[in-house]
């Protein structure tokens, strides 16, 4: 099972949104609406952001938001912060009770 | 509150073995799956492997299969990870992870991690 496709590296200004993208297949991705975004801060382990495509665990901010569309799945986050400064990962489903992350995406905030 | 707390790491040469566990409490532990995913250093995440909330069904990342054995113990909260035949390319944090829901989808709650040395 290959690694889902993320952008190594996204910028953005306070304020502003930024999405990142993660892209699979039509087995992974395309074919289960179980991705899941982790965000990461350097040192530390990663915390749940989205699951199942677009549901918030409670205590995340409503400025990210999960969606999907074809073998893509994205997560966008709106007003950006300086705390959001961070590593983000997607992950999939791929059938089999198997998973499969992205590469991972570095958010940095100009 | 929810916590996971990973021990058994450490410097290991090639070819060793190595067990990692996982205690848990804040949970009720037997109500969900269970799941190793690690890092190497600098690199991504990568699942590892999985297992059902009474221990019947077993997961495995391609890569691992046979070298590695999850386990868990309910009666003790515990999550287990023996890990055999160790190789450079194992060297990494191990993270042990709580499924969010009672269902097998995601990773809501981890560990701090435990680090894996392979190396002579």
């Known amino acids: 099972q290959s690694a889902l496709t993320q952008p190594a590296s996204v910028s953005g200004s306070p304020g502003q949104s930024i999405t990142i993208s993660c892209t699979g297949t039509?087995?992974?991705?395309?074919?289960?609406?179980?991705v899941s975004w982790y965000q990461q801060h350097p040192g530390k382990a990663p915390k749940l952001m989205i699951y199942?495509?677009?549901k918030r665990p409670s205590g995340v901010s409503n400025r990210f938001s999960g969606s999907k569309s074809g073998n893509t799945a994205s997560l966008t986050i709106s007003g950006l912060q300086a705390e959001d400064e961070a590593d983000y990962y997607c992950?999939?489903?791929?059938?089999?009770?198997?998973?499969?992350f992205g590469g991972g995406t570095k958010l940095t905030v100009l | 509150e929810v916590q996971l707390v990973e021990s058994g790491g450490g410097l290991v040469q090639p070819g060793g073995s190595l067990r990692l566990s996982c205690a848990a409490s804040?949970?009720?532990?037997?109500?969900?799956?269970m799941t190793w995913v690690r890092q190497a250093p600098g690199k991504g995440l990568e699942w590892v492997a999985n297992?059902?909330?009474?221990?019947?069904?077993?997961y495995y990342v391609d890569s691992m299969k046979g070298r590695f054995t999850i386990s868990r113990d309910n009666a003790k909260n515990s999550l287990y990870l023996q890990m055999n035949s160790l190789r450079a390319e194992d060297t990494a944090v191990y993270y042990c992870?709580?499924?969010?829901?009672?269902?097998?989808?995601?990773?809501?709650?981890w560990g701090q991690g435990t680090l894996v040395t392979v190396s002579s």
């Open positions: 992870t709580r499924s969010f829901q009672s269902g097998n989808s995601d990773f809501g709650y």
């Open positions: 297992i059902k909330q009474d221990g019947s069904e077993k």
């Open positions: 039509s087995s992974d991705v395309g074919n289960y609406n179980l």
């Open positions: 992950c999939s489903y791929v059938g089999s009770d198997n998973f499969v």
């Open positions: 804040g949970f009720t532990f037997s109500s969900y799956w």
């Open positions: 199942e495509g677009s």
